[in-house]
């Protein structure tokens, strides 16, 4: 198959049959659930009615959204889609599912192995990557794990990761970049209870590490014989892919993937950290997919304050934003100075008399939203800069709650136009080596 049919090439999930709850009455049709890839990864279900049920043709075409029944007895509510044909023979048209990802086969169901697919995962090598010879060639695909007591979690590539990266890169869009299970160390069953929540975490950690929403699909939970006993339909939030994002991932050290997600997993299920740590990766990924520096700044900042109230308490009276900010990094041992690389900024701030990073932030982000605009006019390079040092501020102060004390990619070094320079380095808490 071509690398450009397996991007934005949809999946069919299932043929089936649905009901329509209709004020006519019950209507049946035949079905096929799809998980479309382009222009945006969804579940729709495309569907099939007799060309003689004009009235319940009529009655769904009038709805914005319509009850229906799966085939094995789910209720669920599904937007109508615009795609409507009507020929000698049938009345075709499409529906899209409210509630994505949508269970569909057992509900509750004892399971020994979950498999799942990644959409649109960055390339991530390692120590446990897999070599192997096709048509004479040695190749290789990425492969690593993840543990977290009781979980073992592996993902491995698809054979030509590298070049849908490469194609995706110019042409955008997306497509199943990884595959990939879930199951318990000591080999024991587990109920699908336990897997919603677990997933909704790997979704949200692998996000972090792509810089970027990533998606999971194509999921099923099955017996140790590999009968399927549990199903999703759809996939988690994803967005397509474009540029290259900035980010912390040592994108060559897979194997450290492991040590972060054990302590994210540990803040996650923590009563006192579990909420805030959920939101504020969503404020990163969503500041991080901007298009926009400007945009990016305000919820970039909204993180920082969210950490920093957990942190260090209450902002006291008296003191600035920007203050309150920096003392939150230097309790985790993350130094607010403005980095070398910050040239425009470092221009503002002794123009200015700021004090720090932060400070410079607050600075520019209440300009932003205030109407007197007492800075003037702010070039866009400080506005970058002011963003992309706040969101490593972020991710240093996510990895030092993760308890993380090994190498990062400094997105600093990259600067505005992402150039090819990598530096992996140390976490600013790190143990001295010996």
């Known amino acids: ?79 109508v889609g615009d795609y409507y044909l009507i020929t000698s023979d049938k009345v075709s048209g499409v529906l899209v599912p409210e509630d994505q990802p949508l269970t569909v086969l057992n509900v509750s169901a004892a399971i020994y192995r979950c498999k799942f697919a990644v959409i649109n995962l960055t390339n991530l090598w390692g120590s446990e990557d897999i070599k192997f010879s096709k048509d004479g060639r040695n190749l290789i695909t990425q492969h690593f794990k993840i543990e977290t007591f009781p979980w073992l979690i592996e993902i491995t590539g698809v054979n030509r990761v590298m070049s849908l990266d490469l194609k995706m890169r110019l042409e955008g869009g997306s497509a199943i970049t990884h595959c990939g299970s879930i199951r318990r160390t000591d080999g024991l069953d587990f109920d699908s209870a336990q897997l919603v929540p677990l997933l909704e975490a790997l979704h949200l950690f692998l996000s972090f590490v792509r810089g970027s929403y990533c998606g999971l699909a194509l999921i099923s939970g099955r017996k140790a014989s590999g009968k399927r006993v549990w199903q999703q339909w759809g996939t988690y939030k994803v967005e397509p892919w474009k540029r290259p994002l900035p980010g912390w991932a040592p994108l060559s050290q897979s194997e450290s993937l492991s040590l972060v997600f054990q302590g994210f997993w540990d803040r996650l299920n923590d009563a006192q950290w579990g909420e805030t740590v959920t939101k504020v990766m969503n404020w990163y990924l969503r500041s991080n997919e901007s298009d926009e520096a400007e945009v990016g700044i305000i919820l970039t900042q909204s993180a920082l ?57 607050v600075k520019l982000r209440n300009n932003l939203i205030h109407a007197d605009n007492r800075l003037g006019h702010v070039n866009s390079d400080a506005h970058w800069e002011a963003w992309n040092f706040g969101q490593w501020c972020v991710e240093m102060m996510l990895l030092k709650l993760f308890n993380y004390t090994g190498e990062y990619t400094n997105r600093i070094i990259h600067g505005r136009e992402h150039t090819p320079k990598i530096q992996v380095i140390p976490v600013p808490w790190a143990p001295p080596k010996t």
């Open 1 to 79: 198959m071509k690398l450009v049919e397996l991007i934005n090439r949809p999946v069919v999930l299932d043929k089936t049959v649905i009901k329509f709850l209709l004020n006519v009455g019950v209507v049946e049709a035949s079905a096929r659930a799809i998980l479309r890839l382009s222009p945006k990864p969804k579940l729709v279900i495309e569907f099939d009615l007799p060309s003689d049920a004009y009235e319940a043709s009529n009655e769904i075409r009038s709805k914005p959204d319509v009850k229906i029944t799966l085939a094995k007895g789910q209720e669920i509510t599904a937007l």
């Open 305 to 361: 304050e969210s950490l920093t109230f957990k942190t260090v308490g209450k902002k006291p009276k008296g003191t600035t934003e920007g203050a309150w900010i920096a003392s939150a990094l230097r309790k985790m041992g993350i130094d607010e100075k403005l980095p070398p690389e910050c040239c425009e900024l470092l221009t503002l701030q002794n123009r200015f008399n700021w004090t720090h990073g932060p400070h410079a932030l």
